[in-house]
């Protein structure tokens, strides 16, 4: 049996003074403890809270207290908060470790037999006991339910298409066990967006047609103006998008604003569980107040003070203006590493619907021809002033998978073995222009479409596209709409499109290796393989190429992998042949994001990681250590 880390009473005596079991009583409660409207701190954090590793964090204990602001575009961004906040079963810590952190232990026999043991004492922010009820109540009622959840269970939940065998072993204890192997499970749990397996079920019964009267769940879906129960029932419990202020949560802070708003207001949960180690109930912060509004405005409202702690929606193009503001306002700005595979990569459509460039970009003489003809060395100078780093779309050197020779995979800047590849592949007459033609006769033009989202995008394309005349290809930007460039990528009218490229790019074996074979539609070198394994056969086309086959084969292993030593195995296997063959080109990475903090605002790192999943951007930080300093100075 495998049991993840356990915070046990002895662990948390250990970080926690002596008489720790009295705790300290956050100052904004003071009042409402000595009203009778909340009980002492005591008997609202579980019976053993989450001690906080303050040495793993570089961090120090801070004071209570405090309102801090953060910009975001629409209302549905408030979702980041539950990003940041990042109270999941199991999460990663700063080193990408997987700790029990809501959980108090989690227990794994054979890879397919999850025992979790939850917290005795632990509540949801209104006060209410979080139990196994809550689970139940999510497998139960929620997940099979054909109103609530169509399509079935979900596929985390499921081992060969059946659903797993869900146990409430007792009012702490769940137990969830599936025929084969889910190496997915916990990861998934611990994701940016998680999956859920617990709903507050004392307050989402309220909704739901087997706990409540016809009668009066019809009055409820019309005072909510939803067109039935289910609606209603899937709207008031989004755990991931706080819009409802009602609903209970176990994340660091709740939101108290009903939108539609302009700006949304998160109070501290008094119920969170975690402590740190002078035995003061964390978040720290009291107040964090969200304001929406133009994204494109951030950068400039950051830099005059009208943010706290902000990097979405900040480029690197803003460093330097931002450095400047420092100068006349309160703020500091920090450089945290971005953890994308590539910054910027392209992706030849190997599903494209023209013949003849299908067939040209199956060749991988080709491929590592386009990759080959690319000064990466000129655009980091030119675009990232030298701070970035030229390399495949691949591992980060911050992964421990990561390997030199997946780095440097056909990217040294070599225009004469470039041409030699070109030739070899059939490619070597020229038109007067010096430009090669295709075995068809048309003119090699090269159409790359993007999203025409970034303008730093334009810049690294400009100079891809001098570098590739060097070799008689004509590159064409052509910027689209995001939906409207996923549908052409799909349909097979896009030949090459430009994107970010690996989202994970510092995995560890634990983490699945889906983006290296072809098992979505989103994929843009091959979407409707992708297409095909996602819907598990009925739509989209089966792969027809060897070593992308081998690639869903190699996945597939790692789907049913029993131990860290196989995951390994199978993710140098998938990363060899994925860099090998330039299924996307990727021009640099490890480049820098900007963070604007006040200078009022402790116990943000430094340097740091920043990247959606795994890191929650300031999550695997813990959010909620961070406190604020009046004397420190801020707006």
Excluded at 16 to 40: H, I, M, N, R
Excluded at 356 to 384: C, F, H, P, T
Aim: overall charge positive; hydrophobic content about 35%; aromatic content about 10%.
């Amino acid at each position: 049996m495998k049991r993840l880390l356990l915070v046990t009473g002895l662990l948390l005596a250990a970080l926690l003074p002596a008489g720790a079991q009295s705790f300290k009583e956050t100052p904004a409660y003071v009042d409402d403890v000595a009203s009778g409207k909340l009980p002492a701190v005591a008997q609202r954090l579980p019976d053993e809270p989450l001690a906080v590793d303050f040495g793993a964090l570089n961090a120090k204990p801070g004071k209570s207290g405090g309102t801090i602001r953060i910009l975001l575009g629409k209302q549905k961004d408030i979702r980041m908060m539950t990003v940041y906040g990042y109270a999941r079963l199991v999460g990663y810590d700063s080193n990408l470790a997987l700790k029990p952190d809501i959980l108090k232990s989690l227990d794994v026999e054979e890879g397919r037999i999850f025992t979790l043991h939850l917290r005795p004492g632990h509540k949801w922010s209104d006060g209410h006991p979080f139990t196994s009820e809550d689970f139940r109540y999510f497998w139960e009622d929620v997940v099979l339910n054909e109103k609530l959840v169509r399509g079935g269970v979900p596929r985390l939940l499921t081992s060969n298409g059946e659903p797993c065998v869900f146990e409430v072993i007792d009012k702490h204890t769940v137990r969830y066990t599936f025929k084969q192997p889910n190496p997915n499970f916990v990861p998934a749990l611990a994701g940016a967006r998680p999956f859920y397996l617990y709903m507050p079920a004392h307050y989402m019964r309220n909704f739901h047609a087997k706990y409540r009267p016809a009668g009066e769940l019809k009055k409820e879906v019309e005072k909510h103006k939803q067109r039935n129960w289910a609606a209603l029932h899937r709207r008031l419990g989004r755990q991931y998008r706080p819009e409802n202020p009602d609903l209970p949560t176990l994340q660091p802070w709740f939101n108290s604003t009903r939108p539609p708003a302009e700006r949304f207001v998160f109070q501290r949960n008094p119920y969170y569980h975690r402590v740190d180690p002078e035995g003061q109930q964390l978040p720290y912060i009291d107040t964090i107040e969200v304001g929406l509004g133009s994204t494109g405005l951030v950068p400039t409202k950051a830099g005059a003070g009208e943010t706290d702690l902000q990097g979405r929606y900040i480029r690197f193009d803003n460093f330097t203006f931002l450095k400047a503001a420092t100068k006349r306002h309160p703020i500091n700005v920090r450089l945290w590493e971005t953890a994308k595979g590539a910054q910027i990569a392209l992706f030849p459509n190997l599903n494209a619907s023209d013949d003849v460039w299908r067939k040209i970009l199956r060749d991988v003489r080709v491929r590592r021809a386009l990759s080959l003809a690319i000064d990466r060395d000129e655009i980091n100078q030119s675009v990232y002033y030298g701070l970035a780093r030229p390399s495949a779309n691949t591992v980060l050197p911050s992964s421990p998978l990561f390997k030199e020779e997946y780095q440097n995979a056909w990217v040294n800047y070599d225009v004469k073995q470039a041409n030699k590849l070109l030739d070899e592949a059939g490619l070597s007459k020229r038109n007067p222009g010096g430009i090669r033609l295709l075995p068809d006769g048309r003119v090699m033009q090269i159409v790359t479409e993007t999203a025409g989202e970034s303008t730093e995008e334009t810049d690294v394309l400009e100079l891809i596209r001098d570098n590739w005349k060097e070799v008689g290809v004509e590159l064409f930007v052509r910027p689209t709409q995001r939906d409207i460039f996923r549908r052409r990528v799909l349909a097979g009218d896009t030949i090459m499109g430009v994107f970010q490229g690996l989202d994970n790019g510092i995995p560890t074996p634990e983490m699945k290796p889906d983006e290296l074979a072809p098992t979505t539609q989103e994929h843009f070198q091959w979407p409707t393989w992708g297409q095909h394994y996602e819907t598990q056969g009925k739509a989209g086309v089966k792969v027809d190429m060897p070593l992308p086959q081998k690639l869903v084969e190699l996945y597939d292993s790692w789907l049913k992998s029993t131990s860290t030593e196989q995951r390994t195995k199978i993710w140098h296997e998938m990363l060899k042949i994925y860099t090998d063959q330039v299924y996307s080109i990727g021009v640099i990475n490890g480049t820098l994001q900007p963070l604007v903090v006040s200078n009022k605002l402790k116990n943000v790192p430094e340097k740091g990681i920043w990247n959606y999943d795994p890191g929650a951007y300031f999550g695997i930080y813990k959010m909620d250590t961070f406190w604020v300093d009046p004397a420190a100075g801020g707006n």
